[in-house]
């Protein structure tokens, strides 16, 4: 039987970062501006400002590239572990 603290310990896998802030800052728009140019609402807005989102919305993410004139890579970035985390696929080779 397997320990209980293997079934419950989570690995760090890195973290997904949000970068519209600074996006916004960059084009001088503020969230109120891209809220009705994206038709999208305020909240939802506010929730990717300050990196609080906790699914994509792949539709919101087209607007917000569409509008901003940017690319997915300049509004959200994989940032990796700093910790020595092993990934499965090192050296996996496809059949």
């Known amino acids: 039987m397997e320990k209980l603290n293997e079934i419950t310990t989570t690995k760090d896998y890195g973290i997904i970062k949000i970068k519209l802030k ?3 800052d960059e084009k001088s728009l503020t969230r109120y501006q891209l809220a009705k140019l994206t038709n999208t609402r305020f909240e939802v807005i506010n ?4 990196g ?3 699914r994509i919305d792949t539709d919101v993410l087209a607007r917000f590239c569409f509008v901003l004139n940017c690319n ?3 509004l959200i970035e994989y ?3 700093s910790r020595n985390v092993s990934n499965p696929l090192r050296g996996y080779r496809a059949p």
């Open 22 to 24: 600074e996006v916004l």
């Open 47 to 50: 929730k990717w400002y300050w």
């Open 52 to 54: 609080e989102v906790e």
């Open 72 to 74: 997915v890579s300049d």
């Open 79 to 81: 940032e990796a572990s």
